[in-house]
Structure formats: C-alpha cells, structure tokens
C-alpha cells in the first residue's frame, strides 16, 4: 500500500504559478513512478503528467506541456508539480498517483484545489 497527500493549491491570479507537493509513504522502495491527474467540474479526470521514480523520465499531457514541470525528490518521497503561466482552465481539483507497477496508478491523493482566477 502505498499512501499520498498533497498540499499547494490554492487560488491564483491568471498567469501565475504554483507548486502542488505529494508525499508518499508505505510501499515506496516499490515505486515504478508517480503522476498527476485533474478533474474539473463536470469534466472527466484527466491526466497531467508523470514521472518514473527510477530513471525521473516526465511525460505531459498536450496542454500543460512547456508550462508544467514534474520533479522528485527520492530521499522525501515526494513529487512536486510546478504549474507556470497558469489559465483559468486549468482550474481542477488536483490528484497526486502512485503506481507499482507500469503506469498503473492504483494509488490517489485526497486531491487539492487549484482556482486560476481571469
């Protein structure tokens, strides 16, 4: 088992930014990568981005490449997303994921708000 909690979000003025933490603990020497995912109101989840925990290689999701940016830190167990130039529609509630094997994210977040305010 793998558990997660996140913090940073909050309200932002369009074209602002904000750094969103998610430590985890438990499982962590098992950790094949972590992701983040958001979900809008009345909107699917989506996916964000990611992060393998061993070689620290990022994927992004189309519409948050090149303002986005996924980091670790291995020694805290800690992935942290730094969100730049910030839109209103990247307003969501944001989810941190752990997965133990592949990209299969079977590990969540409670989730934090983040509001980009025009």
């Known amino acids: 088992q793998v558990q997660l909690v996140e913090s940073g979000g909050g309200l932002v003025q369009d074209g602002g930014s904000l750094r969103l933490s998610c430590a985890a603990s438990?499982?962590?020497?098992?950790?094949?990568?972590m992701g983040w995912f958001r979900q809008a109101p009345g909107k699917e989840r989506e996916f964000v981005g990611d992060?393998?925990?061993?070689?620290?290689?990022?994927y992004y999701a189309d519409s948050v490449k090149g303002r986005f940016t996924i980091s670790r830190d291995n020694a805290k167990n800690t992935v942290y997303l730094q969100m730049n130039s910030l839109k209103p529609e990247d307003t969501a509630v944001y989810y941190c994921?752990?997965?133990?094997?592949?990209?299969?994210?079977?590990?969540w977040g409670q989730g934090t708000q983040v509001t980009v305010s025009s």
């Open positions: 994921a752990a997965s133990l094997f592949s990209r299969r994210y079977d590990y």
């Open positions: 438990g499982r962590t020497n098992s950790l094949y990568g």
């Open positions: 992060i393998n925990w061993s070689v620290s290689t990022t």
